[in-house]
């Protein structure tokens, strides 16, 4: 079984407001940095060079959070209660 069957068993409900949001102008290595990092892959850099999230499968692992501070991340939280990610293991 590969990586992407196995989030395929995890739930996923959807906040109203993204849970992670983007610094306006972040630098290039930092996004590169969280690009490689993200395990659900969810951060892509786009041709222009800006920041791309697809918060729908986040793992709630918090890597991004470590690496990054204020300037490559404005906020990031964990979603409000009954959504985000359930896990289901098997």
Request: net charge neutral; charged share 25%.
């Amino acid at each position: 079984m590969n990586l992407h069957e196995k989030l395929a068993k995890n739930a996923w409900q959807p906040a109203e407001k993204s849970h992670i949001v983007p610094a306006d102008s972040p630098d290039r290595e930092s996004l590169a940095l969280l690009v490689r990092a993200c395990p659900a892959g969810l951060y892509r850099q786009k041709e222009d060079g800006s920041l791309q999230i697809d918060n729908t499968g986040c793992l709630e692992c918090g890597t991004c959070r470590l690496l990054c501070d204020e300037q490559t991340l404005s906020r990031w939280r964990y979603p409000p209660a009954g959504c985000g990610i359930q896990l289901r293991f098997g």
